[in-house]
């Protein structure tokens, strides 16, 4: 009998579906298939293929508001949220649509005969995604792999499987051949490290903790098997004096409190200039407590609760610690509620500020000096995103170059655009995702000497 598990959402608690979680036999039939299938994929001719990823984008944005809805009671994600998220797995097949009649190799000048590369498909690619954005993350890999010609086998995190479930419906309503993009809802421990030990499984693309990545990463290097990881983050929202504060202060928090702070790349650290300190803290304290943290199927709600009840707890263990400086409001009632919550901290050893909390809460400390800054910023075992805010575009640009982090942002919050690459330093991440150049991770160079 297949085991089911109970969808539920974490707004109301109350059950939502039940889905059947993949075995193992049902994972390595999977893979099989979907290794058939491969031959066939690769084998459509560049233009066709591009052609239906540009029709399975169509249907997805046709499709916007019901996978908005299913993420809204799934993930708990806000309406503007959730339209974004499956606006976005669009954005990404329309764009990599443009791949597979673009995938050049090049010509390379050689002594007694004529030299030339090809971009090949790697074979069955296995993506692994976590809960906290279950649409986006799932698109990023699969989009850009199915234009390199590859087949993908996707597991989605078991709490959030509904929309991965409907795309992969959708996908099939396009025209994509069946097993060319194949859902596995199931266990991590089942399907995703069946993906890391099956031979035909010849990339993993992981997004989820630094703890699992490593383990998945050890995996793969049994059999040199390609890894993308994106992991954890604790980004530093570094704010010097001569910045616009009222600005500074008032997007701050949707810099961390974005999607109940379970946010890879939340700003979860905020550095301010001493000068600046007391008016930076008071405009934020203003901001946060205007932030409406309500049912996100209110669509006026600009934050929802947690995922799930364990991570509730696991948030609210970092809150047990600490002195809330100040907190915003939260729902009363059913719902995995906790408020957005500011803690101010001295001392860069507390597990406040050194680990990712992944739920609403911001660690905050003042620096002297842009050096000082830096170091701040840097001391961290995460390196994935950050923002500066100045009015001096040098200072912005010499920061961005010294903080040890894949995505800055000079006066913004934003971290991914599907046009740029997006990944992490240190022990957020290994590759990089999205960007023009995310088909060719999903290749092999191959080399061709032809003899004259
Ligand atoms: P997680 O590591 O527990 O799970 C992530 C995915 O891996 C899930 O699908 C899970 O089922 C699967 N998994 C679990 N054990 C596995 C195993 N042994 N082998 C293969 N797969 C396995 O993380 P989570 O709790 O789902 O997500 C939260 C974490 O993800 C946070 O730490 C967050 O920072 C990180 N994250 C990072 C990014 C990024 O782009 N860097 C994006 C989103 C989330």
């Known amino acids: 009998m297949t085991d089911l598990f109970t969808v539920v959402n974490p707004a109301t608690e109350q059950p939502v579906v039940d889905v059947p979680l993949t075995d193992l036999a049902g ?4 893979i099989a298939a979907a290794h058939e299938a491969f031959q066939r994929w690769r084998a459509v001719a560049p ?6 990823l540009r029709r399975f984008a169509a249907v997805v944005d046709a499709h916007v508001d019901e996978l908005a809805e299913l993420e809204v009671r799934n993930a708990g994600h806000t309406w503007g949220n959730a339209r974004w998220e499956a606006g976005n797995v669009r954005d990404c097949l329309n764009y990599y649509s443009g791949a597979p009649e673009r995938m050049f190799g090049k010509q390379i000048p050689v002594p007694g005969g004529t030299d030339l590369t090809f ?16 649409m986006p993350i799932a698109g990023w890999g699969f989009a850009p792999a199915l234009a390199a010609g590859n087949t993908v086998v996707l597991k989605p995190a078991e709490i959030t499987p509904l929309t991965a479930l409907r795309i992969g419906e959708l996908a099939l309503e396009a025209g994509l051949p069946e097993h060319v993009l194949t859902v596995l809802p199931g266990k991590g421990s089942v399907v995703g490290e069946r993906f890391v030990t099956h031979e035909l499984v010849r990339k993993v693309v992981f997004t989820g903790s ?23 983050g604790k980004s530093a929202n570094i704010v010097f004096a001569d910045a616009d504060l009222a600005a500074a202060a008032a997007s701050a928090p949707y810099a961390v409190f974005d999607n109940a702070g379970q946010d890879c790349c939340a700003r979860s650290r905020i550095l301010v200039e001493r000068s600046a300190y007391d008016e930076f803290m008071a405009g934020f304290e203003k901001a946060v ?6 049912d996100p199927s209110d669509e006026s709600s600009e934050m929802g609760p ?5 991570q509730r707890a696991s948030v609210q263990g970092y809150l047990d610690e600490v002195d809330v400086t100040f907190a915003g ?25 050194r680990e990712e909390v992944f739920g609403p809460v911001v660690a905050v400390m003042p620096f002297d000096d842009e050096a000082d800054a830096v170091a701040r910023a840097n001391d961290s075992d995460y390196g994935l995103s950050g923002s500066i805010y100045t009015s001096d575009l040098g200072r912005g640009l010499r920061v961005a170059r010294a903080v040890e982090a894949g995505n800055l942002s000079v006066n913004s919050h934003s971290s991914v655009r599907y046009w740029t690459p997006f990944g992490g330093y240190k022990e957020s991440g290994l590759g990089r995702e999205l960007g023009p150049d995310a088909p060719l991770a999903f290749t092999e160079e191959k080399n061709v000497f032809i003899a004259h």
């Open 47 to 52: 233009g066709e293929r591009a052609a239906l």
């Open 119 to 134: 971009y090949e498909p790697l074979g069955v690619v296995g993506v692994i995604v976590p809960w906290n954005f279950p």
């Open 27 to 30: 994972t390595d039939a999977a």
């Open 210 to 232: 630094t703890e699992v990545g490593k383990r998945v990463m050890a995996g793969c290097a049994e059999q040199v098997k390609a890894v993308t990881l994106e992991l954890g």
């Open 329 to 353: 409001s939260r729902p009363d009632g059913a719902g995995y509620w906790i408020a957005p919550s500011v803690v101010t901290v001295d001392d860069p050893a507390e597990r406040i500020w």
């Open 289 to 294: 407590s205007a932030l409406r943290v309500l």
């Open 306 to 310: 947690l995922v799930s009840a364990g």
